[in-house]
Structure formats: C-alpha cells, structure tokens
C-alpha cells in the first residue's frame, strides 16, 4: 500500500504577504521564514498589536451612578 500524498498547501505570510508552505515540512508556519517570525515577534515585545482600551473617563472612575 502506498502512502497518499496531499497537495501543498501554500498561505500568504502575515508579515510580507507572500507565499508560505502551511506543512510541518516549514518550522516558521504561518510564516514564510525565519525572519518574518522575528519580525512579528518584535511587534508583540514591542506592544504593537493592542485590544482597544474601553476605560471610563477619569472623572467617572465608574460610570454614572445615576444609570446602574
């Protein structure tokens, strides 16, 4: 019996946006080499990518009392 052999499957590099081998043959998945996955490394150290921050004013620590 011989083993079936899949398509590869390629993915677009979230850092540069090209081709990149989505198998385990590529240790840098979903990126397309080392260097992307560095690169987005560094924008996480970095605190590039942020949740948008829903804090009450600061003169309303708590909201309106009025409205709970």
Do not use: H
């Amino acid at each position: 019996m011989t083993p079936v052999s899949l398509p590869i499957r390629q993915v677009k590099c979230p850092v540069c946006a090209g081709p990149s081998v989505y198998a385990p043959s590529n240790p840098f998945r979903p990126f397309c080499s080392e260097r992307c996955k560095n690169i987005d490394l560094g924008a996480w150290a970095n605190e590039e990518f942020r949740l948008p921050e829903d804090a009450p004013p600061d003169d309303q620590p708590y909201g309106d009392p009025r409205r709970q």
